[in-house]
């Protein structure tokens, strides 16, 4: 079974920036691909970027321009770096691979 543990969220004001980690307990190197997805407020969990295997990453339209996903693979973690923060990114952000989700890291942003 694969844990990932999400760390590096927190308080800040609009503009600022973050950046989230997920520390996976396998070699990410070899899954096809690692996911963020954010959960506001009363909302349900959306996707918001993916680095598949080769290294590509994938966003969606609302982290497109603010948002960098990347991976140390040494390290066996995936980040998120979100840049240009606005209080609707406020929420529960999770990393997944395949089926096997973190337990998210809270991140809100004010305004």
């Known amino acids: 079974q694969v844990q990932l543990a999400e760390s590096g969220g927190g308080l800040v004001q609009a503009g600022g920036s973050l950046t989230l980690s997920c520390a996976a307990s396998?070699?990410?190197?070899?899954?096809?691909?690692l996911d963020w997805y954010h959960q506001a407020p009363g909302k349900q969990r959306e996707w918001v970027a993916t680095?598949?295997?080769?290294?590509?990453?994938l966003y969606s339209d609302s982290a497109e321009g603010r948002f960098t996903i990347f991976r140390d693979d040494a390290k066996n973690t995936v980040y998120l770096q979100m840049n240009n923060l606005k209080p609707e990114d406020t929420g529960v952000y999770y990393c997944?691979?395949?089926?096997?989700w973190g337990q998210g890291t809270q991140v809100t942003v004010s305004s």
């Open positions: 396998e070699r990410i190197s070899s899954v096809n691909g």
């Open positions: 997944r691979e395949g089926e096997y």
């Open positions: 680095i598949t295997r080769g290294g590509n990453p």
